[in-house]
């Protein structure tokens, strides 16, 4: 079945350092969302991208749909400590969400 | 405007037990979708009821089930409750059906321990 590969798994980084973290597929996706759980929390999207190429932004998160379609990336600029959390790629494609496994944000204060 | 909402929050189970647990979409969102969370598997989609019928289903065993209610309520009920079962069932809401064309806004979760 379709699999998505995120990474870094985890990530320990500065306050103030820009962030990058992305995803591949097995599959050519249509939908590609970007979503962040806080602890305690349910996943909160952050991001949606619709069309191969589209870059978006959200304050100091930005991420692109890839030219292939198998793969996305989403940056974080000059991170803070409310950054702090798991972030999910997904595909929407199918109808349900297919996740990623997550990459662990922490960052040194 | 009241998100979604799931109860219980917190609950512990014996092997064998039967669960349910109980999700309030947003108002007017008639789409509700549950998903299971554990650190091995990571978030895996169950199944999603839109106008209280099923409309897709995940690779879930028949011990899960959930259904709709005429109001958008959705429950889900875990029969014969396994240690595997232990995760953060998350109920997500959404205006239709679909995940890709709709926002998913998703609850704090139930989380279910299963000793």
């Known amino acids: 079945g379709q699999q998505l590969n995120q990474s870094p798994q985890s990530m320990f980084i500065q306050e103030g350092e820009d962030v990058s973290m992305n995803c591949t597929s097995s599959?050519?996706?249509?939908?590609w969302l970007w979503y962040k759980q806080d602890p305690g929390e349910g996943p909160v999207l952050l991001i949606a991208?619709?069309?191969?190429?589209e870059l978006t932004s959200n304050g100091r998160l930005t991420a692109q749909f890839g030219i292939t379609r198998k793969d996305s990336f989403l940056n974080i600029s000059a991170s803070i400590p409310s950054d702090v959390g798991i972030y999910f790629c997904?595909?929407?494609?199918?109808?349900?969400?297919?996740f990623g496994k997550g990459t662990k944000l922490s960052v040194k204060p | 405007k009241a998100g979604v909402t799931q109860t219980p929050r917190y609950l512990i189970k014996t092997r064998g037990q039967q669960v349910t647990l109980s999700c309030s979409p947003i108002?007017?969102?008639?789409?509700v979708s549950w998903y299971q969370q554990t650190p091995g598997q990571g978030l895996q989609f169950l199944f999603e009821?839109?106008?209280?019928?099923?409309?897709n289903k995940g690779n879930f065993p028949g011990r899960f089930s959930g259904r709709q209610f005429s109001n958008s309520r959705s429950e889900m009920n875990v029969s014969t409750l396994e240690l595997g079962d232990s995760a953060l069932y998350l109920c997500?809401?959404?205006?239709?059906?679909?995940?890709?064309?709709?926002?998913?806004?998703f609850g704090a979760g139930s989380r279910l321990t299963v000793l």
């Open positions: 997500a809401s959404s205006l239709t059906q679909g995940a890709g064309a709709n926002v998913l806004t």
């Open positions: 599959s050519i996706f249509n939908t």
């Open positions: 991208l619709y069309k191969a190429g």
């Open positions: 997904a595909d929407g494609s199918q109808g349900n969400l297919i």
């Open positions: 108002s007017g969102h008639r789409s």
């Open positions: 009821y839109f106008s209280e019928t099923q409309r």
